[in-house]
């Protein structure tokens, strides 16, 4: 079984800054991509960001681009969310997930962590 523990979320002031952590352990399991989610509340989940393994190419909603950053740690089985510019709108439940490979559903999710911008 695989497990995917996220860290890092937490209370911040408008403008201020966090990252988010996401760790896997577990068996042995190969990675397409690693992903980022959020949920705010009375909201659809939402796709935030991507990291593909092999090259660490990324990809971010238009609405995070120049604030966030993701990136990985391939020794550690990590993937981070650098999120800076923070704003209310941000606040949601943070949520990574796990491909396996090109086109395959999510087969592992974490259990979420809560990042709370206050207006």
């Known amino acids: 079984q695989v497990q995917l523990v996220e860290s890092g979320g937490g209370l911040v002031q408008a403008g201020g800054s966090l990252r988010l952590s996401c760790t896997a352990s577990g068996r042995t399991f190969s990675t397409y991509a690693m992903d980022w989610f959020r949920q705010a509340p009375g909201k659809q989940r939402e796709f935030v960001a991507t990291?593909?393994?092999?090259?660490?190419?990324?990809y971010l909603i238009d609405s995070v681009k120049g604030r966030f950053t993701i990136s990985r740690d391939n020794a550690k089985n990590t993937v981070y969310l650098q999120m800076n510019s923070l704003k209310p709108e941000d606040t949601a439940v943070y949520y990574c997930?796990?491909?396996?490979?090109?086109?395959?559903?999510?087969?592992?999710w974490g259990q979420g962590t809560q990042v709370a911008v206050p207006s």
């Open positions: 997930a796990h491909r396996a490979t090109l086109g395959s559903s999510y087969d592992y």
């Open positions: 990291i593909v393994w092999s090259d660490s190419s990324t």
